[in-house]
């Protein structure tokens, strides 16, 4: 069974806070992705990478950065975090067509 | 334009009701779509494929029509657990195949 892991289930910070959320998966996919999903919005894409060391702007990069340092590990930081980015986030990786995802992080933003 | 568009809902139908969700794309050089199963609180799995000119799981029909840019999705005898949202997925078929997700369809089956 492929696995995807998320660091935290629920995160609360503080404005201005640098924020970390890691994501991990077990199926050695070259393609990973983070999103948020807000009530109406659907999921958005952040970010995504496609191989280690890669990554690319997906429709809301804003205030997010990125790191993917070995290919099983795909980390989304939030620099400074605002209210705005109050969020539920999901991560994912990519066999071909098929995208599993984690168990997603409520992050709240205070 | 929004890429994928579903109608929200909810959709309320007693135990045993046939019902079906319609999702509209917008870019017609899409090739492969798809329908997602999300839980409340949970994240979103894979329920079904749709290829070429549908798919069928049991209780589960995916249908595809190219030419009005469709995909709809058809539940026979629901049962309760069927509740959930159903997401419409497009690969868009761009430079790095990106999925594109609608902001689902809720349903809810009561007895």
């Known amino acids: 069974d492929v696995k995807v892991t998320q660091s935290s289930r629920y995160l609360v910070k503080r404005t201005g806070e640098k924020v970390f959320l890691e994501c991990v998966q077990d199926m050695d996919h070259e393609n990973m992705f983070w999103y948020r999903q807000d009530p109406g919005l659907g999921l958005r894409l952040i970010y995504f990478?496609?191989?280690?060391?890669?990554?690319e702007k997906g429709d809301i990069p804003e205030g997010y950065s990125v790191s993917r340092e070995k290919k099983e590990r795909f980390s989304l930081i939030l620099e400074s975090a605002s209210t705005n980015q109050t969020s539920m986030y999901l991560c994912?990786?990519?066999?071909?067509?098929?995208?599993?995802f984690g168990p997603g992080t409520r992050l709240t933003v205070t | 334009r929004k890429e994928v568009e579903q109608d929200p809902g909810p959709f309320n139908v007693p135990e045993g009701a046939t019902v079906a969700f319609n999702c509209t794309y917008s870019?017609?050089?899409?090739?492969?779509f798809f329908w997602y199963r999300q839980d409340c609180r949970k994240e979103p799995k894979l329920l079904m494929s749709v290829y070429s000119s549908g798919n069928e799981d049991g209780r589960f029909t995916a249908q595809l029509n190219r030419a009005s840019q469709y995909i709809s999705l058809l539940i026979r005898d629901s049962k309760l657990s069927d509740s959930a949202t159903y997401l419409c997925?497009?690969?868009?078929?761009?430079?790095?195949?990106?999925?594109?997700f609608g902001t689902g369809t809720r349903l809810l089956v009561s007895p």
């Open positions: 994912a990786s990519r066999e071909i067509d098929e995208q599993y």
């Open positions: 997925v497009v690969n868009e078929n761009t430079g790095f195949q990106k999925l594109v």
């Open positions: 990478s496609y191989d280690v060391k890669m990554k």
């Open positions: 870019n017609s050089a899409s090739q492969s």
